[in-house]
């Protein structure tokens, strides 16, 4: 059993950065790989970056590449996603979530999930 907490969110302009955490509790949390979801009411649950248990292996999705960076520090069951020069349409919801896989890009493949924490930028 994984459980998950997200913090970090908040308010921000556009340009500014945010760096969102998501704390794990559970042990051997270095076997599990971790993904950053978000979503808006007008769009489907996007997976923003994955990365493998170990950190070795990372994803990004197309349109945030060089924006944001997921990292993760296993002594502290934390991963984390550093998002850089934000934009009003990167308003969403941020989850993270954690399965016990190495295809860190398949959505059915999280089934640990945190409650997500607000991202909001202003124009």
């Known amino acids: 059993q994984v459980q998950l907490v997200e913090s970090g969110g908040g308010l921000v302009q556009a340009g500014g950065s945010l760096r969102l955490s998501c704390a794990a509790s559970?042990?051997?949390?270095?076997?599990?790989?971790a993904g950053w979801f978000r979503r808006t009411p007008e769009k489907e649950r996007e997976l923003v970056a994955a990365?493998?248990?170990?950190?070795?292996?990372?994803y990004y999705a197309d349109s945030l590449k060089g924006r944001f960076t997921i990292s993760r520090d296993n002594a502290k069951n934390t991963v984390y996603l550093q998002m850089n020069s934000l934009k009003p349409e990167d308003t969403a919801v941020y989850s993270c979530?954690?399965?016990?896989?190495?295809?860190?890009?398949?959505?059915?493949?999280?089934?640990?999930w945190g409650q997500g924490t607000q991202v909001t930028v202003s124009s």
């Open positions: 559970g042990r051997a949390f270095i076997t599990y790989a």
């Open positions: 990365i493998s248990g170990s950190g070795s292996s990372t």
């Open positions: 979530a954690a399965g016990w896989t190495i295809w860190i890009t398949q959505i059915s493949e999280y089934y640990y």
